[in-house]
């Protein structure tokens, strides 16, 4: 009997666990504005991440990439993501911001993009490889392309 009830408490506890590994949603991060009336949501801030603002005059998602630089270049242009299956979403008119961190890190290179639903699609659907900001590339892991995903799912089911 000492047994099974072990067994059995194992099991709870294998189950949270797993549960607790996937859901990815309690990563997201809400903001309320008050003064502007607006909510936005913010997945975790790596070099490629998701924000929603949801408004009474309307929502909008955008996806923001960010990375650092020894030198400067403030004519940077261009953000792409390559997916597993061998396709690349870009924006190759996209000004990237580029600012002085300091001696350790050099410089921030950082953009948004407004993006609609079929972009939404494809980033909630489609595996993501590496990401490509300017010039410089940034080899995605397959667990950071696992939770990006579900990111975008949680995002985009944020209705209010």
Partial sequence: MKNISIITAFIICFFNIAKAQTDYCKDIKKDVDPTKSYVAYYSPATYLYVNKHVADYGNHTVLSFHTTKKDADYEAYGEYIFFA???MWKDQGAHIDCSYIDSQFGYSYA?????????????KTKK?????????????TNEYATKFMAYMNCIDAIKK
């Fill in 85 to 87: 299956d061998g396709t």
């Fill in 111 to 123: 953009a948004a993009k407004r993006i609609d639903d079929d972009v939404i699609a494809l980033l």
């Fill in 128 to 140: 993501i490889i590496k990401v490509q900001i300017f010039d410089v590339v940034i080899p995605v």
